[in-house]
C-alpha cells in the first residue's frame, strides 16, 4: 500500500508526479495505440518500476504482462488507464482492491460527452472515494516529469520530441494545448519540470496542481492552460498563496458564448464570467496572457530572468528601424526608455565613432563589431539610471563575430543582477544563435513586439513582487 494515498494537499498528489512504482493497464502490442506508446514510454525512460497489464499478451516489447493489476505481486502506486470507458469502473475497483494510490485515466466518454458517460463518471468517482485512490482525468494526456520520468503522453516521441529538464512547469486543461507548448519547448530547449494534462478535473484540479507546483524545488515559475475552475474559492485561495512563492501565469479560454459552449464539449468545463475571472488574476498576482506565444514566451523570461526593479529600460541596437520600433513597443507596454547618463558621456563619445548618437535607444550603427556592443552592455548594465536591458542584434552585418557575441553577452548578463533580453530578428542565421542564447539562459524574440512584451513581464512581475524576489539563481 502507497505510504502517502490518504494525505492531503500538496502530498497527495506527489504519486502522480513521483511514483516508486507504476501499472499501465491497457499495454498493448500494437503500435498505433495509446496503450503501446504509454508502455514504451516506461520502458525507454522510467526510473521506477512499472507493470505491464493486459488480459490477453504474454510480453509487450520483451516486457512480461500481467493479466490484471491484482496479479502483480509488488505494491503500486500509480496506474495508468488506457481501456475503453465502459470498462474503466471494473479495472479502477481492482484498482482499488490492490491498495493503489492514484490513477491517471486517460480515457474519453465521460461527463464531456453527458447521458451514460456522465453515469459512467458518478460511479468512477464513488470507486475512487470508497479506496481513496486520487484520479486525474478522465481525457487527459497525464503526466510527464522530467526528473522522475513519468510519461504517461501518448504521443510517440517520434512526433513530440521531449523537452529537457528544466525551470517551467506547465499544466493544461487540454491535451492538445499541452502537446503545442511541450513541442515548442522542446524545439528551442526550453526545460520543463512538471507537466500535467487534467481533462476533466474530476478529482485532482487546478488548484491542487497549483498547490503541488508552488511547493516543488524543482519549478521556479507555473504556467496553465484552463478551461473553467472547478472550485472558485479554493482556486483563488491557493493562487494567491503560490504567487508569494513563483510567478503564476494563467491563460483561461471560454471568454465568449461560443468559446464557453466549446469548452463545455471539450472537457465539461463551465467557463464562468471572464470578468470575474479577471478581477479573481488581479486579486491574486497571477499574470495573465491571452495567446500560446505569449505564454511560452513570458514563461522563459521568468524562468531565466530576474525581476526588474522598475520600468526604465535601455535600448542597444545595430539597427535604427528596430530602435524605433522598440521604442514604441516600450511604451505600449509601460515602460519608459532609461536617459543615458551625463558621467557615461566622456567615456561612450571617446570610444564610439562620430556617427553613433549617444541617445536611448543607442543606435550603434550597421559596423558595429563586438567590441562597440559590449562598451554598450557594460555602460548600461552599470547604469543607476536603468533597470532592464533589451539588446538588439541584427546579426547578418559584416562586424559581428557570432559565437563570441553570444560568449561576450552571456558573460555580461551573468555579472549583473539586472534583467536582459535579446531581440534577434530574421530567418536562417538568427536561429543557431537564438538556440546558443536560450542555452545560457538569454531569451531570445524575433521580433521588438514580443521583446517588449517578455521584458514588460519581468516589470510587472517585479512590482507584484515588491523587488523582492532574486529568480537569477
Ligand atoms: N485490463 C488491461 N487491459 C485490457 C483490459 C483490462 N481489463 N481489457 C482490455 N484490455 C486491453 C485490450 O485487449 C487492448 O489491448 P490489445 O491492443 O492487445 O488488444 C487494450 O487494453 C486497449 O483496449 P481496446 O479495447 O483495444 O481500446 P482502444 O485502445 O481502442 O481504446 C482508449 C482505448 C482509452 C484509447 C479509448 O477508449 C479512448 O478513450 N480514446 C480517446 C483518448 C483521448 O483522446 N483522451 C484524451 C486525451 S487529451
Known amino acids: 500500500m502507497s505510504a502517502v494515498k490518504s494525505l492531503d494537499g500538496p502530498q497527495s498528489v506527489e504519486l502522480f508526479f513521483n511514483p516508486k512504482s507504476v501499472a499501465i493497464i491497457g499495454a498493448s502490442a500494437k503500435q498505433k495505440k495509446i496503450g503501446y506508446v504509454i508502455a514504451k514510454n516506461f520502458i525507454e525512460s522510467f526510473k521506477g518500476k512499472f507493470f505491464l497489464v493486459n488480459p490477453t499478451l504474454q510480453e509487450i516489447l520483451t516486457h512480461k504482462t500481467y493479466p490484471s493489476v491484482k496479479s502483480i505481486k509488488e505494491d503500486v502506486d500509480l496506474v495508468v488507464i488506457a481501456v475503453p470507458a465502459k470498462l474503466v469502473p471494473r479495472v479502477l475497483e481492482e484498482c482499488g482492491e490492490k491498495g493503489v494510490g492514484a490513477a491517471v485515466i486517460i480515457t474519453s466518454g465521460f461527463n464531456e460527452v453527458g447521458g451514460e458517460g456522465t453515469k459512467l463518471l458518478e460511479e468512477i468517482l464513488e470507486i475512487s472515494k470508497k479506496h481513496s485512490i486520487r484520479l486525474m482525468g478522465p481525457n487527459c494526456m497525464g503526466v510527464f516529469n522530467t526528473s522522475s520520468m ?8 517520434y512526433r513530440l520530441k521531449r523537452a529537457p529538464q528544466g525551470k517551467i512547469a506547465f499544466i493544461s486543461q487540454s491535451g492538445a494545448s499541452g502537446i503545442a507548448f511541450l513541442d515548442w519547448a522542446a524545439g528551442e530547449r526550453i526545460g520543463i519540470s512538471k507537466f500535467a494534462s487534467y481533462g476533466n478535473a474530476s478529482d485532482v484540479d487546478e488548484a491542487d496542481l497549483l498547490e503541488f507546483l508552488a ?39 471560454g471568454a465568449t458564448y461560443s468559446g464557453s459552449k466549446a469548452a463545455l464539449s471539450h472537457t465539461g468545463s463551465l467557463s464562468g464570467s471572464d470578468k470575474i475571472f479577471d478581477a479573481v488574476v488581479k486579486q491574486t498576482g497571477m499574470i495573465r496572457v491571452y495567446d500560446w506565444e505569449e505564454m511560452f514566451d513570458i514563461a522563459r523570461v521568468l524562468a531565466y530572468q530576474p525581476a526588474a526593479k522598475g520600468n526604465k529600460v535601455a535600448v542597444i541596437t545595430n539597427g535604427g528601424g528596430a530602435g524605433v520600433m522598440i521604442a514604441d513597443e516600450i511604451e505600449h507596454h509601460g515602460m519608459k526608455l532609461a536617459e543615458i547618463e551625463e558621467k557615461a558621456m566622456p567615456e561612450l563619445k571617446e570610444k564610439f565613432p562620430p556617427h553613433v548618437t549617444l541617445r536611448n535607444p543607442l543606435d550603434l550603427a550597421g559596423d558595429a563589431d563586438n567590441e562597440r556592443y559590449q562598451i554598450a552592455i557594460k555602460s548600461a548594465l552599470d547604469s543607476e539610471a536603468v533597470d532592464s536591458l533589451l539588446l538588439v542584434c541584427i546579426p547578418h552585418t559584416p562586424g559581428i563575430d557570432l559565437e563570441s557575441f553570444v560568449d561576450m553577452v552571456v558573460d555580461a548578463s551573468s555579472k549583473s543582477k539586472k534583467p536582459l533580453v535579446v531581440c534577434l530578428p530574421g530567418g536562417r542565421i538568427s536561429f543557431g544563435i537564438r538556440e546558443l542564447f536560450e542555452e545560457n539562459g538569454i531569451p531570445t524574440y524575433p521580433t521588438p513586439m514580443r521583446a517588449a512584451l517578455s521584458l514588460a513581464a519581468l516589470v510587472k512581475y517585479g512590482s507584484l513582487k515588491n523587488n523582492d524576489l532574486d529568480t537569477k539563481s
Not at 513519468?150 to 516521441?157: A, M, N, S
Not at 492552460?225 to 512563492?245: C, P, Q, S
Open 150 to 157: 513519468v510519461d504517461t503522453l501518448f504521443i510517440p516521441r
Open 215 to 253: 511547493a516543488d524545488k524543482e519549478t521556479k515559475v507555473i504556467a496553465m492552460y484552463l478551461e473553467g475552475v472547478k472550485e472558485g474559492r479554493k482556486f483563488a485561495k491557493i493562487a494567491k498563496e503560490a504567487t508569494k512563492t513563483k510567478p503564476v501565469l494563467v491563460l483561461k479560454s
